[in-house]
């Protein structure tokens, strides 16, 4: 089967907990997938002070951990309509892989969360898709086989491009379970499509 890896930068949990669920959704597959996160920026004391999400337990990533994945599906949050710099940082270094083509060929995923709901969702998706691009990678996002994203009768995330959360202003909403069905959803299918290339 696939070997995928769910790659995240998370400030307050709420990536984190979308990260699960594309995760849960890749692994009903019977993939196998690693979640790991980018390391963080922020001074230690400036992260607890801005009241950051400072346990997560999945591992920190390194650039060199990316060629051994037939799939990557990358989440992060916003941060004025561009993925955060904590995941810019990290593919800031994939220069070594973009040179020998490590990447090329493999599928590649992004989901994404924003204060809003017209907070730069598809531009952070599309930001993260560009890299994804650059290295090689066939990105795959959330068709509209997934009905959710269609939803007018409450507030959602979720676009063709990838799965997406809203956070509100002051990180008080959590996902919703429409959004965490777009995000296991979305990882489902980037992980047969994955089997299909690489299983």
């Known amino acids: ?52 999400k400072l346990d997560q337990a999945a591992p920190v990533a390194k650039v060199d951990d990316l060629p051994g994945y037939d799939a990557i599906i990358i989440g992060t949050g916003t941060r004025y309509g561009r993925m955060a710099s904590q995941m810019s ?19 590649g995923g992004a989901f994404a969360s924003t204060a809003t709901q017209h907070g730069g969702q598809e531009t952070t998706l599309f930001s993260i898709i560009t890299n994804l691009l650059h290295l090689g990678l066939i990105p795959v996002g959330l068709p509209y086989a997934f009905q959710g994203q269609m939803k007018l009768d409450e507030v959602t995330g979720g676009s063709p491009y990838g799965a997406t959360t809203i ?32 299983g």
């Open 1 to 52: 089967m696939a070997k995928i890896l769910v790659l995240y930068y998370s400030a307050y949990g709420h990536i984190e907990k979308m990260a699960e669920a594309v995760a849960a959704g890749a692994r009903e597959t019977g993939a196998t997938v690693d979640i790991k996160r980018v390391p963080e920026l922020v001074p230690e004391d400036v992260a607890r002070k801005s009241n950051f």
């Open 89 to 107: 940082n990290f593919l800031d270094q994939t220069g070594s892989l973009w040179a020998s083509g490590a990447l090329n060929g493999k599928v």
């Open 167 to 198: 956070a509100a202003s002051d990180g008080s909403r959590q996902p919703s379970e429409n959004e965490l069905a777009g995000a296991r959803y979305q990882g489902r299918h980037i992980a047969e499509i994955a089997t299909k290339l690489f």
